[in-house]
């Protein structure tokens, strides 16, 4: 199993991004897939997930700015995040909670400037 993210970038407060995870080896339309943010010094937090069956979440500091989606021909998750804060600047991972402890990709730097 293998996840890549791209698409993390400099960007102005109020932007807009968009992340993507490709897989390799694993069915995104078949699993849940999640997407998290770790800034420096703080815990690795749970942004956004999706399941299976389209059911999406969000953390309480996302929702209404950042959308998950996914496109099943491509095997890739997408996380496109609007009206980007400072407070977002992070880098981000892709997730999908099988095996174990899981799998992860290398993540992808966002940082937002005031």
Do not use: H
């Not at 999640?34 to 953390?59: C, D, F, H, M």
């Not at 998950?68 to 997730?95: F, G, H, W």
């Amino acid at each position: 199993v293998q996840l890549v993210e791209s698409g993390g970038g400099l960007v102005q407060a109020g932007g807009s991004l968009r992340l993507s995870c490709v897989a390799s080896g694993v069915f995104c339309s078949r699993n849940t897939m999640g997407w998290y943010r770790q800034a420096p010094g703080k815990q690795r937090e749970l942004v956004a997930g999706i399941t299976s069956g389209g059911i999406t979440n969000y953390a309480d500091s996302v929702k209404g700015r950042f959308v998950i989606s996914r496109d099943n021909a491509k095997n890739t998750v997408y996380l496109q995040m609007n009206s980007l804060e400072p407070e977002d600047t992070s880098v981000y991972y892709c997730n999908i909670p099988i095996g174990g402890s899981g799998y992860w990709g290398q993540g992808t730097q966002v940082t937002v400037s005031s």
